[in-house]
């Protein structure tokens, strides 16, 4: 859990070379409480954007994806951080810049609601909701610290 205060702290989540393509939500208010991750794409739809808690947990950190657009549509895919499955319209590639040389990219759920998939599944399947997001929060927190090196944002 975690508060981010003002849309400055929001904006201080992210590497300074995603903090101009963050478009933040029109009706977004401040202090915003985050239990695990907070997440929105943009109104034109091309950029999603994540806030969670760094890899070591200090303060959150902010990802800027870009969705990356295929030829047509293709089979099911499967989202590697929640594992639900779907068409090409629900998961697909989100890529990211790791330098202004290199990008990488993740198959996600397009609007990253892995966690309203999570709970819904642990509710049909009997579990709580809190056994499911450890896995989760790991798979992201991972994807940082490897992908993109990211250990924590440094203060600013």
Request: glycine content about 6%.
């Amino acid at each position: 859990m975690f508060l981010i205060e003002t849309e400055k702290d929001l904006l201080q989540a992210f590497r300074p070379r995603d903090r101009e393509k963050v478009e933040l939500p029109k009706d977004l208010r401040f202090p915003l409480f985050v239990r695990d991750y907070f997440a929105w794409v943009e109104p034109a739809g091309t950029r999603v954007f994540l806030v969670c808690p760094s890899p070591q947990g200090k303060r959150p950190m902010g990802i800027a994806f870009r969705r990356d657009s295929h030829g047509g549509p293709a089979p099911s895919q499967m989202c590697d951080w929640c594992h639900s499955y779907g068409s090409s319209n629900e998961i697909g590639l989100l890529t990211t810049d790791v330098n202004s040389k290199r990008r990488v990219g993740v198959n996600l759920c397009q609007d990253l609601r892995c966690k309203e998939k999570l709970e819904s599944a642990a509710d049909l399947s009997g579990r709580h909701f809190r056994d499911v997001m450890p896995p989760l929060m790991e798979r992201m927190q991972r994807f940082a610290r490897e992908a993109l090196r990211i250990e924590s944002v440094p203060e600013q």
